[in-house]
C-alpha cells in the first residue's frame, strides 16, 4: 500500500536526519517506493548549474570519461546530483511516469513532458545510463529517474518551441525575472557576467524595463560578446573587465555610467571571488542581485560593511512568482536571442 510523504520530502532523507533534502548528505533516491504526493519523472537530461559544471570540469581537467564518473559518484553517494563543492544542483526535463492519488488534481498527467523548477540539490535522483554530455551547454542526457515533492514546481514544456530551447531557458529562469520585477524606468544596471544564458536575459529584461532613459551596462570579458549583446538589444553599453579584478571593474563601470553609481548590480558569473564587483559600482540604497551559486555570503556581507555600503543585497534563488512564464515568453517576444539560444544553447 502507498504511503503519504512529508510535502518538503524529508521522509527521502537518510542522513543527518531532522534536515530539509538540500541540506542532506544523503537522501533515498530508490524510485521502486510510491508515495501518494509524489511525482516520478523519466529524467531526459539534466541541466548543471553553471558554477558547478565549470568547477566539475575544471576538476576533470575537462576529460568526458572523467566527468561522467564523478557526476555518477556523486549521485550514487548523495542519491542526488548536489556539487559537493559549489553546493548547488541543475534541473531537470523528463516524462511524468507516477503521480501520486493525491496529487491527481494537478495540471499535469502521466505522459506530459515537464521540466522541474527545483534544484537537483534536492531532487532524488536515479541515472541508470549517462548518454551524452554536452561540454559547452552545461548538459547531460540520461537515462534514468527523479521524484518532485509535493512541494516541488514545475512547468509544462511548450509546444511552441522544442524541448531543449526550453530547457535551456527554464535553467535560469529565476534570474530574468526577479530582474524584470526590480529594474525601473530610468534605472542605470550593471550586469556582470552578461555573455551567459543568464546575463543575456537578465540584460534584455533589464534593457526592457529601464526604458529610454534607462542606461544597461554589461560587463563582458570579450569585445566580441559586447558587440553581441547590443545587437540582441540586452545591453546599451558594454565594459570589458574582470569581475574577479573589483577595482578596475569599479572604474570601467563608473566611466560607462556617465561618472555616477548604479541603482541595481546582477551577478550572473559563474566564478567565485567576484562579490565585490557587484557591490562597488552600487550607490548607497541601491540594490545588489546574487543569482551567480558560486556567491559567499561571508564575502558579500563583509565585503559591503568593509567599505561603508549601505546597499540591499538579495540572493537569488531560482524562483520568483511566474518566473517560467516571463522567461519563455522572452523568447518568443525576441527572435534574435531566441536564435542565438538556438544556435549556443542546445
Known sequence: MEKQGNKYGIHRVIKPQGVLTQAAQKIDNDMTKLYTNEIICDVISLNI?????????????????????????????????QNPVTGSGGMFIGTVAYIGEDLKDRDIKVGDKIASLVSLSLTPLKIEKIKKIHMDIDKVDIEGKAVLFESAIYAKLPDD????????????????AQTAKLVKPGDSVLILGAGGKSGILCGYEAVKRAGPTGNVIASVRRDTQGKELIELGACTDYIVADATKPVDLLEKAIEANGGREYDISVSCVNVEA?????????????????????????????????????VTML????????????????????????????????
Not at 72 to 80: C, Y
Not at 287 to 306: D, K, N, W
Open 49 to 81: 548549474d553553471s558554477a558547478s559544471f565549470t568547477q566539475i570540469k575544471e576538476a576533470c581537467e575537462k576529460v568526458p570519461e572523467k566527468i561522467e564518473e564523478m557526476i555518477l559518484g556523486i549521485v550514487s553517494e548523495r542519491g542526488k546530483m
Open 161 to 176: 518551441m522544442s524541448e531543449a530551447l526550453a530547457l535551456a531557458a527554464l535553467d535560469v529562469a529565476g534570474a530574468p
Open 274 to 310: 567576484c562579490e565585490m564587483a557587484a557591490i562597488l559600482p552600487v550607490r548607497d540604497g541601491g540594490i545588489v542581485y546574487f543569482f551567480s551559486m558560486a556567491t559567499s555570503f561571508t564575502r558579500a556581507a563583509l565585503g559591503a560593511e568593509g567599505i561603508g555600503k549601505d
Open 315 to 346: 540572493v537569488g534563488n531560482g524562483y520568483t512568482k511566474d518566473h517560467a512564464e516571463i522567461t519563455l515568453w522572452e523568447l518568443r517576444e525576441s527572435e534574435k536571442i531566441r536564435d542565438l539560444f538556438n544556435t549556443k544553447y542546445i
